[in-house]
T-cell receptor, first 115, second 111 residues
Framework: NAGVMQNPRHLVRRRGQEARLRCSPM?????VYWYRQLPEEGLKFMVY????????ESGMPKERFSAEFPKEGPSILRIQQVVRGDSAAYFC?????????????FGPGTRLLVL | RKEVEQDPGPFNVPEGATVAFNCTYS??????FFWYRQDCRKEPKLLMS???SGNEDGRFTAQLNRASQYISLLIRDSKLSDSATYLC????????????FGQGTELSVKP
């Protein structure tokens, strides 16, 4: 059973470009969480999705950021018109169920560098 | 006030030392508690869950004090391979299971 896959592992963008980060959850997992880790900071929750639904986007910046988890295919975190402050590691995690068990399996992350 | 607070360290200890990490959380609706480990800013990995009764896994002991909203992790006989950042994590009741992370405590074990 493959783990959570994220691609690309490293992404370089110039200011103003778009960044698309992909996350394929573990087989059988229908819950996906995205977290961001800024340099020298802890991980911060961004968004929680189930198939075709955004459940909680309270951690998403109000502008330029969007996320989806279509019926088929990976979850996508999209950042439009990137700025230098978007440079960070973006981790996704998947879970077989919502709840308090804390059993979230993390992908290796995408390191975004904005020049 | 941050929802989960940890001493950022770094903690520099010799091999074989016992080291303790502390963590406090501010939301009394916090329901579940964990310690994660993160190596060189790779993906975090679950180290252990934390229960009020305390739990032990080999050299690692975790404790939760709900009244004080305080969580601890004790590492005995530390190894070089224990060098990492230790993340205190909580889940707040009825918030979809999202993990709330502390900023992490860095541990460096020296020979």
């Amino acid at each position: 059973n493959a783990g959570v896959m994220q691609n690309p592992r490293h992404l370089v963008r110039r200011r103003g470009q778009e960044a698309r980060l992909r996350c394929s959850p573990m087989k059988g997992h229908s819950h996906v969480y995205w977290y961001r880790q800024l340099p020298e900071e802890g991980l911060k929750f961004m968004v929680y999705l189930q198939k075709e639904n955004i459940i909680d986007e309270s951690g998403m910046p109000k502008e330029r950021f969007s996320a989806e988890f279509p019926k088929e295919g990976p979850s996508i975190l999209r950042i439009q018109q990137v700025v230098r402050g978007d440079s960070a590691a973006y981790f996704c995690a998947s879970s077989p169920e919502q709840g308090s068990s804390g059993t979230q399996y993390f992908g290796p992350g995408t390191r975004l560098l904005v020049l | 006030r941050k929802e989960v607070e940890q001493d950022p360290g770094p903690f520099n200890v010799p091999e074989g030392a016992t080291v303790a990490f502390n963590c406090t959380y501010s939301n009394s609706a916090s329901q579940s508690f964990f310690w994660y480990r993160q190596d060189c800013r790779k993906e975090p990995k679950l180290l252990m869950s934390v229960y009020s009764s305390g739990n032990e896994d080999g050299r690692f002991t975790a404790q939760l004090n709900r009244a004080s909203q305080y969580i601890s992790l004790l590492i005995r006989d530390s190894k070089l391979s224990d060098s990492a950042t230790y993340l205190c994590v909580v889940i707040i009741y009825n918030q979809g299971g999202k993990l709330i992370f502390g900023q992490g405590t860095e541990l460096s074990v020296k020979p």
